[in-house]
């Protein structure tokens, strides 16, 4: 069972690409596709739902392309796992308590509740600017004076 499917991964990719490239204008799709090595039909769809549900923008013309409806770090990944797969559900018994029975008294459920919670709280505290190259080379920087005030 992959808990992120693969076209989540390569709607992923295809976010992080526009997230470096944010600052220089819209991506084609093509052009994203064999950067992230992504099927480019299987890029127009996924484009076309992260464009549906607001993520990102297009632009016409000779120049046109893709690129993000918000600056990188007002976009998380879980926003993007959830416009292309859903909802995330480790598992359905903690969709409600009408789809088991056993629900309320079951230990397994409160512990994949708390994995749940866990894991939509790590997904949505990562935003998009964290892959930019600007970010690397500053936390980089950071991480370079950390331990010069060690060292």
């Given at each position: 069972m992959d808990l992120v499917r693969r076209n989540t991964d390569y709607a992923v990719r295809?976010?992080?690409?526009?997230?470096?490239?944010?600052?220089?204008?819209?991506?084609?799709?093509k052009t994203a596709a064999i950067e992230e090595d992504v099927p480019y039909q299987l890029a127009c769809k996924l484009m076309q739902k992260l464009h549906s549900a607001k993520l990102v923008e297009s632009c016409m013309g000779p120049k046109?392309?893709?690129?993000?409806?918000?600056?990188?770090?007002?976009?998380?990944?879980?926003?993007?796992?959830?416009?292309?797969?859903?909802?995330?559900?480790?598992?359905?018994?903690?969709?409600?308590?009408?789809?088991?029975?056993?629900?309320e008294s079951c230990p397994v459920t409160v512990k994949l509740a708390k994995l749940q919670d866990h894991l939509c709280s790590y997904l949505g505290s990562i935003t998009l600017d964290v892959f930019s190259p600007t970010q690397r080379r500053k936390r980089g920087e950071k991480a370079r004076e950390l331990k010069r005030r060690k060292g």
């Open positions: 295809l976010m992080v690409n526009l997230a470096r490239n944010y600052e220089k204008g819209p991506i084609s799709t046109g392309g893709f690129g993000l409806s918000r600056d990188p770090s007002k976009i998380n990944l879980l926003e993007v796992v959830e416009t292309i797969q859903g909802p995330i559900s480790i598992n359905r018994c903690v969709l409600g308590t009408n789809i088991c029975p056993r629900q």
